[in-house]
């Protein structure tokens, strides 16, 4: 158990607090995760044994509880920064100029770390229903690009 806490979940989990995770994204994780419990406690998907039980029985929370925890954490740590600093200026990036032709991406920042949703200021600009993610250090290679 132990080394499932130490080790394979932050591996799974690096770098979730800057993404922008869709229901694809938690499902893959899920059955990432679960695949891995199953083995850990000699189940197999023949057992029919539902993942909320192993959970249960390992007294383990679910990997959803944790991006949600990780991306909290990430965004009071980026209140907190100096307005100096790169990642505080990323996170309110506004382009200048014109857009692509297309559908707007989702936005890092436009989802709610709480619930994972999109909030609503979002959906006052347009930009709903993007499935790509996008990290918060692409965002600040894009705000160096634009500005040199």
């Known amino acids: 158990m132990k080394f499932y ?3 394979a979940r932050p ?3 690096y770098g979730s607090e800057t993404w922008v995770t869709t229901e694809r994204d938690m499902t893959g994780l899920e059955a990432a995760e679960m695949r891995f419990l199953r083995s850990l406690t000699g189940y197999t998907r023949l057992d029919k044994i539902r993942s909320e039980v192993i959970r249960k029985e390992l007294e383990i929370s679910g990997i959803q509880d944790v991006t949600l925890k990780y991306k909290q954490n990430w ?3 980026l209140e907190r920064k100096d307005n100096t600093r790169m990642p505080k200026h990323a996170l309110t990036y506004k382009p200048r100029g014109r857009r692509d ?3 707007p991406r989702k936005r890092w920042q436009c989802v709610d770390a709480g619930t994972g ?3 609503k200021s979002m959906k006052e600009h347009g930009e709903v229903n993007s499935v790509k993610n996008t990290t918060i ?3 600040v290679f894009d705000s160096i690009y634009l500005t040199i």
Do not use: D, E, M, W
């Open 5 to 7: 806490k130490v080790v």
């Open 11 to 13: 591996s799974l989990l």
């Open 75 to 77: 965004i009071n740590h």
């Open 101 to 103: 032709r297309g559908r």
């Open 117 to 119: 949703q999109t909030t």
């Open 137 to 139: 250090y692409s965002c």
